[in-house]
């Protein structure tokens, strides 16, 4: 049984998450996303809403296993008896970021390996971060995110409809 855990805030999940997710179902058993319960930022999404789009986005799945976790990475993964870490790449500079995180987490539990996976080309520029920007000025994040997160998206920023950039506010 190869068990992998996919971390991150998912805040929220993007389509560049969901490619990662299903190449690393392609590479392992099972697949544990990890949802941080705090990230460094205050989430725009709560730890409960995150888990429960992740669910909803990603139905029939049934290598997938959603859960959360706090404090050290490397105690989620082992106490869940996973021995890889996936982690997905897009840029060049995602790289150096990552190969720190990967290296210390070795440190703290050598058992443990970090897999990168690459990004489709086209899901090279995505985050969560520009996604919610994008949102919150009511742009249109179609492309970025399934259906429901940007119903969600709306509902958090209190746009109804987006049509060529010009939005229309909640009553
Ligand atoms: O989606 P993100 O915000 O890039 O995910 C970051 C995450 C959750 C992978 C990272 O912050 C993390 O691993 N947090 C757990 C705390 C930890 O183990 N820190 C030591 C790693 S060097």
Known sequence: MRRAVYPGSFDPITYGHIDIIDR????????????????????????????E???????????????S????LVDFVSANEATAIVKGLRVVSDFEFE????????????RIDTVFLMTQ??????SSSSVREIASLGGSVKQMVPEL??????????????????TVDRE
């Open 99 to 110: 190969f720190q995180m990967s290296l210390l987490n070795r440190q703290l539990d050598p």
């Open 24 to 51: 690393a179902l392609n590479l392992f058993d099972e697949v544990i996303v990890a949802v941080v319960r705090n990230p460094s930022k205050t989430p725009l999404f709560t730890l409960e809403e995150r888990k």
């Open 121 to 126: 080309d086209r899901f090279a520029f995505l």
């Open 69 to 72: 976790f706090s404090g050290l």
């Open 149 to 166: 997160v940007e119903e969600r998206l709306r509902d958090k920023f209190g746009f109804r409809e987006q049509t060529r950039g010009q």
């Open 53 to 67: 789009i992740i669910q909803k986005v990603l139905p029939g799945r049934d290598r997938l296993r959603v859960e």
